[in-house]
């Protein structure tokens, strides 16, 4: 038996949802390259492609619009639970238990997109009234006029938002709904291929993607990037890091040889946005981080991946860094459910071998012998 450590280069299904080219730097959703999607495209029109497998007409489009935004509220419950913890706990703790809870509230038998929408709709109502509850400010409820994105950022501060800020959202959420196999999505799938449900299949999702290997990167780059503090900095703190066997957070990825599409999506709407100084001062030193680090990584085939501009994105949008991983959930949320309802079409339950190394035929010592 092979061991393969980490799982890499085994395939655990066939896909048509994403396909990611990592010598070249592409990634493509249902064939679609995502430069012309990020240019082109929304993201409720990307989910209905995920979802769906084809673009949607206009009239399916605006039906699928209306179905979402009507399932943006949350139960009293999830409400209560929401600020009874967000000033004391992981906002991905909050995140996960809230989705749990959904998953016992929710008694109908819909079919999986149908729930699965339900948990999209909800998570940033979720996700704002934490922000605003830490704050101490009030709770804003969703309003189903405006679009996810524009919504989204209404309930985080509480007036809508421009055109061009909830574009930068839309795009950053975009780019986040799926990335073919990864630690969170496979999650999701052994917990569906043990025939359980979807809301218990996006927990373990939204449990993998909180650990810094993964979900967790966008705001450890950033906080390098505040470390760092200005660019005469940064070459120093980049060979230092380095040099004591630290990594580069927001570099490196299992399937990437080569700049990741979405982090070079992400700079360029950053660098032609109007900035605040804050954030002009951030971008310029996560360009120079970016720079140097190729200079000394991009030989091994080390590159930015999406975590080290989306950071800075959200950041821009004004969330609180440690909600950074969350945004990245409620956009996964798409892509797990997706690869969920295509495994099942084919299901085998997935159980993997583990090669022992222990010994064997011990005696048994009681316990006062010992
Ligand atoms: C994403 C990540 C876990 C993928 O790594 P992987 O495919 O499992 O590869 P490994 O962790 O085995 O790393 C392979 C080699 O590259 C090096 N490496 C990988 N990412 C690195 C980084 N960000 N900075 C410096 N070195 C890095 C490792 O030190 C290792 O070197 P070695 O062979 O000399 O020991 C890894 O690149 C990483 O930890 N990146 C930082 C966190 C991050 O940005 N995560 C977001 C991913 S989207």
């Given at each position: 038996m092979e061991l393969r450590k980490g799982l890499e280069d085994i395939a655990i299904k066939e896909t048509s949802i994403t396909f990611i080219d990592g010598e070249l730097g592409r990634l493509y959703y249902r064939g679609y390259s995502i430069f012309d999607l990020a240019s082109f495209s929304n993201f409720e029109e990307v989910a209905y492609l995920i979802w769906y497998g084809k673009l949607p007409t206009r009239h399916e489009l605006d039906d699928?619009?209306?179905?979402?935004?009507?399932?943006?509220?949350?139960?009293?419950?999830?409400?209560?639970?929401?600020?009874?913890?967000?000033?004391?706990?992981?906002?991905?703790?909050?995140?996960?238990?809230?989705v749990s809870m959904m998953g016992l509230e929710d008694k109908d038998d819909g079919e999986l997109i149908t729930k699965s929408m339900k948990i999209t709709a909800k998570i940033p109502t979720i996700i704002s009234s934490i922000q605003r509850t830490r704050a101490n400010l009030d709770v804003i409820e969703p309003d189903p006029s405006l679009s996810h994105s524009e919504n989204f950022l209404y309930m985080l501060h509480g007036s809508k938002p421009s055109r061009e800020r909830s574009r930068m959202l839309d795009v950053g959420l975009m780019l986040h709904i799926d990335h073919e196999m990864n630690a969170s999505t496979m999650a999701c799938l052994v917990v569906a291929s043990t025939l359980s449900d979807i809301y218990s299949s996006i927990v373990a999702g939204i449990s993998a993607l909180k650990g810094p290997l993964h979900g967790g990167a966008n705001s450890e780059a950033l906080r390098q990037f505040m470390e760092i503090g200005s660019q005469e900095n940064v070459e120093k703190y980049v060979l230092n890091r380095l040099s004591s066997g630290q990594r580069l957070m927001g570099f490196g990825h299992r399937i990437y040889k080569s700049l990741d599409p979405r982090a070079k999506i992400i700079k360029d709407y950053l660098s032609k946005v109007s900035k605040d100084e804050e954030t002009q001062r951030l971008f310029d030193i996560a360009t120079k981080v970016e720079e140097i680090g190729i200079r000394i990584l991009g030989k091994r085939g080390i590159y930015?991946?999406?975590?080290?501009?989306s950071g800075l994105l959200f950041h821009f949008l004004g969330f609180d860094l440690d909600l950074f991983p969350t945004i990245f959930a409620s956009a996964r949320v798409i892509g797990w459910s997706a690869h969920v309802d295509e495994y099942l079409k084919d299901n085998k339950l997935i159980r993997p071998k583990a090669i022992y190394v222990g010994d064997l035929g011990k005696k048994y010592v009681p316990i006062d012998e010992r």
């Open positions: 699928f619009k209306s179905r979402l935004a009507e399932e943006r509220s949350i139960s009293d419950e999830i409400a209560s639970l929401v600020k009874r913890t967000a000033k004391t706990a992981n906002p991905m703790d909050v995140l996960r238990t809230s930015p991946n999406v975590d080290f501009y």
